[in-house]
């Protein structure tokens, strides 16, 4: 098992690295403002001579995610690229176009969902006459519980549906609350022994997707060259581990940490049964 270390920030750690992947939401910003030091850190990194690309799990476009990053505070000179959960979902849906969708979540809201499938002709009906799941969130990403979609995901289970979700996060914070996503909908239905594919973090689609990116701006390195950022044990540090990244969290998002912030970064990671090889209270240079 890798010992996380706690280095005071990226700078002690920067010249190991060639690239970083980072998460956006809870690293970055919080969907309402820009972490300054964070973007400062990946601003300094890339001065170095480092690659950045933003890897983050939103159900949405590369361009519906950055679209905000101006509004928000986050400078362009803090990446390379960005690739999103949305872009690795739209290369499935794009494979699929012979099926008939249901689409789970709202057309409002920070997720957009017309965004995701907007221009790939797809075909939509309710959950009587449909193959596949599109689950992108919660109907009402605001007010809903995630169990009271149980009996509707169970019934579509049992008809033999399976699932594409577009977002695998279960929670993202907007400010200094919590909402749930369309991951918390996809592990009720996979208790409800329903098939879900995952395009997004910490599975492989969303990391092949970024390395295609690498590799169009002329960036080639070894897998231990490449640190992944972010906070979330599940899929950011799972991720990384899983590719054979290092990784590094931060505790800017659904972790709480105390006055002994190792000792609680030890103890989360144990509970996921995932690996960090830095951890920092928040991102800085």
């Not at 990116?213 to 599940?234: H, N, W």
Request: aromatic residues 10%; hydrophobic residues 40%; glycine residues 10%.
């Amino acid at each position: 098992m890798t010992k996380t270390s706690f280095p005071v920030g990226l700078e002690m750690i920067a010249d190991n690295y060639d690239v970083i992947l980072c998460d956006v939401w809870g690293v970055i910003h919080n969907g309402q403002h820009a972490f300054s030091q964070a973007c400062e850190a990946l601003v300094r990194f890339r001065e170095m001579g480092g690659a950045v690309v933003l890897i983050t799990n939103a159900p949405v476009p590369k361009s519906q995610v950055i679209r905000y990053f101006d509004p928000l505070g986050i400078p362009p000179e803090a990446f390379d690229d960005c690739v999103s959960s949305g872009d690795a979902t739209r290369r499935i849906l794009s494979e699929r176009r012979h099926e008939t969708f249901w689409k789970l979540g709202a057309d409002g809201g920070w997720e957009h969902d017309q965004f995701l499938y907007e221009g790939l002709d797809l075909q939509f009906a309710g959950p009587d006459s449909s193959d596949t799941i599109l689950c992108i969130g919660l109907e009402d990403q605001i007010h809903d519980e995630p169990e009271a979609y149980r009996d509707r995901l169970a019934q579509a289970a049992d008809r033999g549906m399976t699932m594409i979700c577009a977002n695998p996060d279960k929670q993202v914070r907007i400010g200094d609350a919590l909402h749930w996503c369309a991951g918390a909908l996809a592990a009720i239905f996979e208790e409800e022994s329903g098939k879900v594919t995952y395009p997004g973090k910490p599975y492989d689609g969303i990391y092949d997707l970024a390395l295609a990116k690498l590799s169009e701006l002329g960036v080639q390195t070894g897998d231990d060259r490449i640190l992944c950022i972010g906070d979330s044990p599940a899929t950011d540090m799972r991720g990384a581990m899983n590719r054979g990244y290092h990784g590094l969290y931060v505790g800017t998002g659904l972790s709480q940490h105390g006055l002994d912030f190792a000792s609680e970064v030890n103890a989360l990671l144990s509970t996921y049964q995932t690996t960090a090889r830095w951890a920092m209270p928040g991102l800085v240079w």
